[in-house]
Nanobody
Framework: QVQLVESGGGLVQAGGSLRLSCTAS????????MGWFRQAPGKEREFVAT???????????DYADSVKGRFTISRDNAKNTVSLQMNNLKPEDTAVYYC????????????????????WGQGTQVTVSS
């Protein structure tokens, strides 16, 4: 069982930055691919970013087109944390942001599909004012 706890959300003006963190329990964190998703009011939850478990020393990441060049996902396996650095925030980034963990799979290094994720955090609110 893995428990995920997000932090770092808040209110920020457009153009500003926030850094979200997700801390995981359990000793198998390093073997999980990790992802960030978000859900805006009245909308379905959507993919934001994902990062693979290490492949030797390399990490692979992917981003939604809407956040490419503005958001960066990273992880610190020694601290069981995954972070999402969000720069140049826009009002349309307003949402509840969720951290998720994907158990190791032989079929993929990471996933952009919610259905592939096994564990979810409770979410943290990000509000961007115009």
């Amino acid at each position: 069982q893995v428990q995920l706890v997000e932090s770092g959300g808040g209110l920020v003006q457009a153009g500003g930055s926030l850094r979200l963190s997700c801390t995981a329990s359990g000793r198998t964190f390093s073997s999980f691919a990790m992802g960030w998703f978000r859900q805006a009011p009245g909308k379905e939850r959507e993919f934001v970013a994902t990062i693979s478990a290490p492949v030797v020393v390399t990490y692979y990441a992917d981003y939604a087109d809407s956040v490419k060049g503005r958001f960066t996902i990273s992880r610190d396996n020694a601290k069981n944390t995954v972070s999402l650095q969000m720069n140049n925030l826009k009002p349309e980034d307003t949402a509840v942001y969720y951290c998720a963990a994907d158990r190791p799979s032989q079929d993929r290094l990471y996933s952009t599909r919610q259905a592939d994720y096994d564990y979810w955090g409770q979410g943290t609110q990000v509000t961007v004012s115009s």
